[in-house]
């Protein structure tokens, strides 16, 4: 990792080509070269501070991927090793997977390019599972791919959440191919809690839906650690897209979302919402872009950020953006950067509430807006229960 950001294409960067074994892997370092190593001034990390984390010398993994365990729901990774399967999926791994060669992050290739094998996930049927990924190395770059692939007409949940221990100095640099068949639905909620002493994730993704395709995407992101999701999702003819995106960023954290969503096809909806906390020297990422192309005729496309800044060292980049090639559409954006209201806060005061827990309860109810529409009771009290400590850690 190191090598890759101190050479030109001429020395290292290159080297990834000719050490790419098949026209597929060929093509994809090609690609990681066209579009260059990310820097500081590299437009989706420019406030994460990615050039610190690929200069560092990791450490590899030399674990060899053995014979899962089943179990009822679980998909369980340990340092990107599979180490249970859940019975209601078919899961496979391959030397070689389809990638979007269009994607516009360098590192959606280079995931590509260091991952031993591709971890291929195909549901056949309607189901509920969970996607545990565990970490307990230190000092480690952990570069896996996930293929999701879901069959049409069937209805899937995906339960994604993180297990941290012991995995200072490492890189989790993993990524999703999601497909999801024509008339099918998918929905998707990712958990995650990352801290100054855990390992820094960089998930870079893409979701493509087939034509009356539903795709609900629920993003939890908590903590005072470094953690960046980078998307692209294609929408096909009738498709419907729901993104929402809830972040708390304290400490020193640099954290967020960054996603590039696609209208490729007539009669798509796209709804994508995220809320923002943040604290102390923290730096909270929002950056999405709805591009409605010139054959996306009769789109809705609505997107909104809001966030709040608990102090004046908190920063907050928020930038929603549209990119429209038709006349034949609906669409919306916004973004709000502010305090908490200080109308609420003389409200609660006035009812002999404290200045703290005032505060308190106020963000609180900001989070629980996006928690409250997880439809599983069980994973919404996860989700709370999880914001709520980092909050009153944080």
């Given at each position: ?60 993994t ?12 679980t ?47 195909t ?6 599972i ?7 190395s ?83 992101d ?7 999701h ?63 192309g010139h ?99 944080g």
């Amino acid at each position: 990792m190191k090598a890759l950001t101190q050479h030109s294409e001429n020395g290292a960067v290159a080297l990834l080509r000719y050490s790419a074994s098949g026209q597929q892997k060929i093509a994809l370092a090609d690609r990681f070269i066209e579009l260059g190593v990310p820097g500081n001034k590299t437009e989706q990390y420019r406030h994460f501070g990615i050039k610190p984390l690929l200069e560092k010398a990791y450490l590899r993994t030399d674990a060899k991927q053995g014979k899962p365990a089943i179990t009822a729901k679980t998909l369980t990774l340990t340092n990107g090793i599979v180490t249970t399967v859940p019975e209601a999926v078919k899961v496979t791994f391959q030397n070689e997977a389809e990638a979007d060669m269009a994607h516009y992050d360098a590192l959606y290739y280079l995931s590509h390019l260091l991952a031993p094998h591709y971890i291929v996930v195909t549901i056949e049927h309607d189901c509920d599972i969970t996607i545990l990924h565990q970490l307990d190395s230190r000092q480690t770059v952990l570069p896996y791919r996930i293929v999701v692939k879901t069959a049409p007409s069937c209805r899937a949940k995906v339960y994604e959440t993180f297990a941290d221990s012991g995995s200072s100095g490492s890189l989790l640099l993993y990524g999703l191919d999601v497909a999801i068949g024509k008339n099918g639905a998918l929905t998707w909620i990712r958990n995650q809690t990352v801290n100054a002493d855990n390992a820094a994730v960089i998930g870079s993704h893409r979701y493509a839906a087939a034509p009356h395709a539903e795709l609900t995407l629920q993003s939890f992101d908590f903590g005072k650690g470094r953690a960046m999701h980078l998307y692209k999702n294609d929408l096909a003819d009738h498709t419907e897209t729901k993104l929402s995106h809830l972040l708390f960023a304290a400490g020193k954290a640099h954290r967020g979302n960054v996603v590039n969503l696609r209208h490729n096809g007539t009669y798509a909806k796209s709804l994508h919402r995220a809320k923002s906390i943040v604290k102390d020297n923290a730096t909270g990422i929002f950056d999405g872009r709805i591009r409605v192309g010139h054959d996306a005729r009769y789109a809705s496309a609505k997107q909104s950020a809001n966030a709040i800044l608990l102090n004046d060292h908190a920063f907050m980049e928020a930038k929603p953006q549209l990119e429209i090639y038709t006349d034949e559409l609906e669409a919306s954006h916004g973004a709000t950067t502010g305090q908490l209201d200080e109308g609420a806060l003389f409200y609660l005061r006035s009812r002999g509430i404290g200045p703290d827990e005032a505060r308190k309860m106020l963000i609180l109810a900001f989070a629980n807006e996006m928690i409250e529409e997880v439809e599983d009771a069980a994973v919404a009290a996860q989700v709370r229960d999880d914001f709520e400590k980092a909050y009153y850690k944080g």
